[in-house]
């Protein structure tokens, strides 16, 4: 069985899958009942599947991790925070297009 494009990790799972990771991993905060982060929803599974190898998405629902979501200070869902090997290095507020989200994604990924 193939690992998932999106990976959905909690509290307990965000050290070995983001802080440990190597590369560029995009970790999207998000709620169920957010409007917001349902919108963007597609536009993270079309970056998941064309930059698949290339770089890493996760999700990480608030409501069910608080530790994780107080420790980046997350106020606002959706949050996008990028990290390569472990470091954060870009947090996004708020819905973007899908256009943004490979701009920002092509950018890390150059540098």
Same mark, same amino acid.
């Given at each position: 069985? +193939?690992?998932?494009?999106? *990976?959905?990790?909690?509290? /307990? !799972?965000?050290?070995?899958?983001?802080?440990?990771? &190597?590369?560029? #991993?995009?970790?999207?905060?998000?709620?169920?009942?957010?409007?917001?982060?349902? +919108?963007?929803?597609?536009? *993270?599974?079309?970056?998941? /599947? !064309?930059?698949?190898?290339?770089?890493?998405?996760? &999700?990480?629902? #608030?409501?069910?991790?608080?530790?994780?979501?107080?420790?980046?200070?997350?106020? +606002?869902?959706?949050?996008?925070?990028?990290?390569?090997?472990?470091?954060?290095?870009?947090?996004?507020?708020?819905?973007?297009?899908?256009?943004?989200?490979?701009?920002?994604?092509?950018?890390?990924?150059?540098?």
């Amino acid at each position: 069985m +193939s690992e998932p494009l999106i *990976l959905h990790i909690d509290d /307990s !799972e965000f050290e070995k899958e983001v802080i440990l990771a &190597k590369g560029l #991993v995009l970790v999207d905060f998000w709620a169920k009942w957010c409007g917001p982060c349902l +919108s963007m929803a597609p536009h *993270l599974d079309a970056c998941a /599947s !064309e930059y698949a190898g290339k770089a890493r998405i996760v &999700k990480l629902d #608030v409501d069910d991790n608080p530790k994780t979501s107080e420790r980046y200070a997350i106020r +606002s869902i959706p949050t996008l925070i990028f990290f390569r090997d472990g470091r954060p290095i870009e947090t996004v507020n708020g819905a973007i297009s899908l256009g943004s989200l490979k701009e920002r994604l092509d950018r890390h990924l150059s540098s």
